[in-house]
C-alpha cells in the first residue's frame, strides 16, 4: 500500500471520528439545557378583581402590608359598579391555580390566616390614627412588636442662668414607656414629638423631634426610626420655621 493511500485512510478516519462527535453533541444538547433550565411557573399571581363600594379608608394599608409580609405576588384592579364576566372568569381561574400553590406553601387554612392577621392589623392602625400624634408625649408602635407604647420628652437636667452667655441650658431626653428601648438624647428646647407613621415599610412606627432654640425662632426637627435594637436617625435635623404647638 502507498503512502497516498495511508494518508487518505487516515484523512477519512478522522472525518468519520467529527461527524460522530457531532452527531451525538446535537442528540445530547436538548437534555443538557432541559436539566440546566427546569420549567418553572412565575406568572401566577392572585388578581384581587374589585367590584363595587370599596372598603373602608385605610383597609387597603394593613391588607398591602400582610401581601408583603406573606410574599404573595398581587395585583388590584379596580372593576367599577359592574364588572365584565369574562373578565371576572379569567381572573378567578388564575387565581384557583396560584390559590393551590399558596395552599401547598401556607396550609389549607392559608386564607384564613391571613385575613386574620390583616383584621388584626387594621384595628391596630385604627386605633393609631386616633390616638394622640403630636405633643410632648404621643403613643406608637415604635418597635414593630406590635404593642403600642408611649414616647414622651422628659427634661433630665435644669438649666442655670442664661445658656447664651455663661449659663448652661436645659436638657431633655425622648424616654419610652417600654424600657426597652433606649432613651435619645434631644438637648435643648421647648420638644414636640409626631408619630410619622411606618414611613419605610418596617412595621413600626418612625417620629419626629421638633424643638426650639436656645435662643432665636428658628426650630430645628429631625426623625427616627428603631432598627436592630438601636435607634437610627433617618432625617438629619434641618431647620424649619415654628409650628403651631398642640
Not at 71 to 95: D, F, L, M, V, W
Not at 165 to 193: M, V, W
Request: overall charge negative.
Amino acid at each position: 500500500m502507498s503512502k497516498i493511500e495511508d494518508y487518505e485512510k487516515i484523512l477519512l478516519s478522522l472525518l468519520l471520528f467529527q461527524i460522530v462527535v457531532s452527531c451525538g453533541q446535537k442528540q445530547s444538547k436538548p437534555a443538557m439545557d432541559a436539566a440546566a433550565s427546569p420549567p418553572t411557573d412565575t406568572t401566577s399571581l392572585w388578581v384581587d378583581y374589585r367590584i363595587g363600594e370599596l372598603p373602608p379608608e385605610g383597609y387597603y394599608d394593613a391588607f398591602d402590608s400582610i401581601i408583603r409580609k406573606w410574599n404573595i405576588r398581587y395585583q388590584r384592579t379596580e372593576g367599577g359598579c359592574e364588572a365584565t364576566p369574562s373578565e371576572k372568569q379569567q381572573h378567578e381561574a388564575g387565581n384557583e391555580k396560584y390559590f393551590r400553590q399558596l395552599e401547598a406553601k401556607f396550609g389549607k387554612d392559608w386564607r384564613q390566616q391571613f385575613d386574620a392577621e390583616v383584621k388584626k392589623l387594621d384595628s391596630l392602625l385604627v386605633v393609631q390614627k386616633q390616638l394622640r400624634a403630636i405633643g410632648e408625649e404621643i403613643q406608637g408602635d415604635f418597635d414593630g412588636d406590635g404593642k403600642l407604647e408611649f414616647a414622651k420628652a422628659v427634661k433630665v437636667k435644669e438649666g442655670q442662668g442664661n445658656p447664651v452667655e455663661d449659663g448652661t441650658p436645659d436638657e431633655y431626653e425622648i424616654q419610652f414607656s417600654n424600657h426597652k428601648l433606649k432613651p435619645i438624647k434631644a438637648g435643648c428646647c421647648d420638644i414636640r414629638l409626631v408619630n410619622e407613621g411606618d414611613l419605610n415599610n418596617d412595621g413600626s412606627n418612625e417620629f419626629s423631634i421638633f424643638q426650639a432654640p436656645m435662643n432665636g425662632c428658628t426650630y430645628t426637627m429631625t426623625t427616627y426610626s428603631y432598627s436592630n435594637k438601636s435607634w437610627k436617625q433617618i432625617v438629619k435635623p434641618f431647620l424649619c420655621q415654628p409650628l403651631a404647638m398642640i
